[in-house]
């Protein structure tokens, strides 16, 4: 097994994403070899902001209720009836109930997959390299709210410590000055008020004591290209110890 297939695996037991078996494979091999027990406990301190940071989202109310008539419809159209002896149509109730048990079963499975994998190729795309900086950002009162880890494309993932009180039509936005004299660069919006990964194009590497930080702007972004709103924090750049 390669190393990247390993953290693949490893991101999918994270997740619950991972069979049974490979959930049973992978704890056995960290039980062996403490280098894969430190990557596994590396993975669940990566992925622990989005349990602290993301909303619920429970499905709609009555969900299920709704969709099982259009799944006992199609699973009726797509099997021919069977007729009794005296040429009268039988059907397999119990047949159909299991076939909407396994209908339910594979579209929970599926949606869960689809959002879980949206955050494993997001943030193992990313882990998969080192950062090359990383800051910290501290509020007016010097408490931290966010940490920044920039690659050397200048992909770029914030993670944030705390819930922002973000004003009601605006966003935040997260800026950074590669060049001490030069202007503020705008990394992307977080526009949600969550961790996110930014990527932005045809900066220079990121650097030690490369300013960063996240300020409230209007919906959209700010107007002029140049931070406008109040500051939720800022800090310098440091390259990590490796």
């Given at each position: 097994?390669?190393?990247r ?15 049974d078996?490979e ?5 056995d ?5 403490p280098?894969?027990a430190m ?8 992925f ?34 069977a ?15 299991a076939?909407l048990?396994r ?35 501290l509020?007016d ?7 920044v880890?920039?690659?050397?494309d ?8 705390e819930?922002?009180d973000?004003?009601a ?5 997260v800026?950074?000055k ?6 503020p ?5 977080l ?29 959209g ?8 709103g109040?500051?939720?924090g800022?800090?310098?750049a ?5």
């Open positions: 097994m390669t190393d297939s390993l953290d693949l695996l490893i991101d999918e037991v994270v997740l619950g994403l991972a069979s078996a959930t049973a494979r992978l704890e091999l960290a039980a062996r070899d280098d894969i990557r596994l406990a590396r993975a669940r301190d990566r622990a902001p989005l349990d602290e940071t993301a909303d619920d989202l429970p499905l709609p109310e009555h969900f299920w209720e709704r969709l099982e008539p259009r799944l006992s419809k199609s699973e009726d159209k797509s099997q021919a009836p007729s009794d002896s005296s040429g009268g149509d039988v059907i397999d109730l119990e047949a159909v109930r076939r048990s209908w339910r079963s594979a579209a929970m499975g599926g949606i869960a997959a689809s959002l879980l994998l949206a955050f494993v190729l997001g943030w193992t795309l990313f882990s998969t390299v080192d950062p090359l900086v990383v800051a910290v950002l509020d009162s010097g408490e931290a709210i966010a940490l880890e920039s690659g050397p200048n992909t770029t993932r914030v993670t944030l410590l819930r922002p973000v004003p039509g605006e966003v935040m936005q800026w950074t590669p060049e001490d004299d030069g202007p660069v705008s990394l992307g919006l526009s949600t008020g969550l961790s996110g990964i930014l990527s932005v194009e045809g900066l220079p590497e990121p650097h030690p004591s490369q300013l960063y930080e996240i300020t409230f702007e209007p919906a972004g700010s107007p002029t290209n140049l931070p406008t109040p500051i939720l800022k800090g310098l440091k390259a990590p110890v490796t």
